[in-house]
């Protein structure tokens, strides 16, 4: 039972730059949510994907993007990188979209700004 | 706003003894409330939840309470054991229809053999 994976692991990128991080939900898992941790601090929730579709999102501009496709997979784009957005951005998958579904989480990409 | 407040925000403990790390939340709408263990460098892991209908739910060694009214919830870890350090995360729910968490600050837990 092949649980949430994401990709890269870790990622160099300089101020400007734009970036784009991968996540395959956990099997069985049609709905995927994307949150920043920052050092030392709880899971920050940036947007959630069901249906293909952006469903919430949370406080953080529109330089954050996300897409999700047929297949469950989503992916997360951040444009204009700014040294604040070093962070590891972490997938959750789970099932259904509700509130009340249990969210795992995969290992996460290290994105560090330069 | 939306807002979980977490303490302690570090535990020490002796190896054997209880720990309880409390959470408080702000949505009285909120109906999800999960708790994740996050050991260095590594993925946050869900160790117990519990939905509003519930007041308490157990699993072996961790149990954990929900009070509505009050709107907090607490984890209780029995009989701790060294493997049980970590940082641990309290969460809400805080939307009707769609899974977003809102997650406390975090707790290190430290257990001295």
């Known amino acids: 039972d092949a649980g949430v994976t994401q990709s890269p692991t870790h990622l160099i990128k300089t101020r400007g730059q734009q970036v784009t991080l991968r996540c395959s939900p956990k099997s069985g898992h049609d709905t995927v949510s994307w949150y920043q941790q920052a050092l030392g601090q709880g899971p920050q929730f940036i947007f959630q994907?069901?249906?293909?579709?952006?469903?919430q999102r949370g406080n953080f501009p529109d330089r954050f993007s996300g897409h999700q496709f047929p297949n469950y997979s989503s992916e997360l784009n951040v444009n204009a990188l700014l040294l604040g957005d070093s962070a590891l951005y972490l997938c959750?998958?789970?099932?259904?979209?509700?509130?009340?579904?249990?969210?795992?989480f995969g290992d996460g990409t290290r994105l560090s700004i330069l | 706003g939306e807002n979980v407040e977490q303490h302690p925000s570090t535990l020490s403990v002796q190896e054997g003894d209880s720990a309880v790390i409390k959470c408080t939340y702000s949505?009285?709408?909120?109906?999800?409330f999960p708790w994740y263990k996050q050991e260095l460098g590594k993925r946050p892991q869900l160790i117990i939840d519990i939905r509003s209908n519930v007041g308490e739910k157990k699993d072996q060694r961790i149990a954990v309470t929900l009070n509505k009214t009050a709107k907090h919830f607490s984890l209780h870890i029995t009989e701790t054991q060294p493997e049980d350090s970590a940082v641990y995360f309290c969460a809400a729910s805080f939307s009707s229809n769609t899974g977003k968490l809102i997650f406390g600050q975090g707790t290190t837990l430290q257990v001295k053999p």
């Open positions: 994907y069901y249906e293909e579709e952006e469903r």
């Open positions: 949505d009285s709408a909120s109906n999800y």
């Open positions: 959750a998958s789970s099932l259904g979209g509700a509130s009340n579904q249990p969210q795992h």
